[in-house]
């Protein structure tokens, strides 16, 4: 329960690189690589039961819906359940009541009878599908361990704080704009926001506080987002693609144009492809062969098959 304690949305990340995803059409749960979508955000809220500590979370969608472990199966003949996105009753719903499991720095997301949240893999229809069950192979046994990142945190507000009147004459001059900052009462009493430690950088330091704390959240990344956005397209023979289609995209880790290549290579399923850029003068597709652009800049590339008409124009080694 720790991983969530100040979490007041988070992103869940599974084994496979991808993000728990709130489908448009605002009832299936799907994993997507967009971790930028406000489909991948997930807002928090901890249940409680008569207790002082949560007794589980409840997870809402963008569409203002739960993630549920249903009671439908995932398909005829094999023991997943389908997760959704479903509205909450007035009553207690335990399908939408999730206990998180810590295992080292990730989790594992259980239903109130024993399955847990996993993230499937594979060939369709399993591939980027989301269920619940428990696994009973090693080989999907980190399938159900999710990543948790924190996207916004919430601010506890403090308690017995005791709202003072404002005498009419501080409010006549709060109103012609005459009350200094300086002048009593001290603001922090009236707003509920933290009383500031006046330190070396004196008044200015305590208005950037001043306005932080003023906030219910800050939305911040509590595990630094890294990578590079890359955009990418399928050529054709002939090296040509439509680009009225949105461009696939995912968040890239790595550093080198190696690393990149495997990783598209996973993403299409296909070994033999070359990872093109267009060149901006000729708009021909060239091979792109050196380091990738510094400072994590995003990419629009294009991948071609090794064996296609436009491959063979290539310079070598990659053209005959």
């Not at 304690?5 to 995803?21: C, E, G, I, N, P």
């Not at 605002?26 to 930028?36: F, K, L, S, Y």
């Not at 589980?56 to 359940?81: C, I, Q």
């Not at 719903?93 to 997301?109: A, C, I, M, T």
Request: aromatic residues 8%; proline residues 6%.
């Amino acid at each position: 329960m720790e991983l969530f304690q100040r979490a007041k949305a988070v992103r869940l990340k599974s084994r496979h690189d991808k993000y728990l995803f709130a489908d448009e059409d605002e009832t299936h749960v799907i994993q997507d690589r967009n971790g930028a979508s406000p489909n991948a955000r997930w807002h928090v809220e901890a249940v409680y039961h008569g207790g002082a500590e949560p007794h589980g979370l409840r997870f809402k969608s963008r569409y203002g819906r739960y993630l549920t472990a249903s009671n439908e199966p995932f398909l005829m003949g094999v023991t997943g359940r389908k997760v959704l996105q479903t509205t909450v009753s007035g009553k207690a719903d335990s399908s939408v009541e999730w206990e998180p499991v810590r295992d080292g720095f990730q989790v594992r997301l259980k239903t109130r009878y024993g399955n847990f949240l996993r993230a499937n893999g594979g060939l369709p229809p399993w591939r980027n599908s989301v269920t619940h069950d428990v696994p009973h192979r090693s080989s999907t046994q980190d399938w159900v361990l999710w990543d948790v990142e924190i996207v916004e945190i919430a601010t506890p507000k403090p308690t017995g704080s005791v709202e003072k009147p404002v005498p009419m004459a501080e409010d006549q001059r709060r109103q012609n704009g005459s009350l200094h900052r300086h002048d009593p009462p001290t603001d922090h009493r009236r707003t509920g926001s933290m009383p500031v430690n006046h330190g070396a950088n004196g008044a200015e330091g305590n208005a950037k506080f001043s306005k932080l704390e003023s906030l219910d959240s800050i939305s911040m990344p509590v595990h630094k987002v890294e990578g590079r956005q890359i955009y990418y397209r399928i050529a054709d023979d002939n090296g040509n693609f439509d680009e009225a289609f949105e461009a696939q995209h995912f968040i890239f880790n790595g550093t080198s144009l190696d690393e990149l290549t495997e990783k598209l290579r996973e993403e299409v399923g296909r070994d033999d492809i070359i990872i093109c850029t267009m060149n901006s003068i000729t708009n021909k597709l060239m091979p792109l062969r050196l380091q990738l652009p510094p400072n994590n800049a995003a990419m629009n590339i294009v991948i071609v098959e090794e064996s296609s008409k436009v491959a063979k124009t290539f310079p070598s080694p990659f053209g005959s």
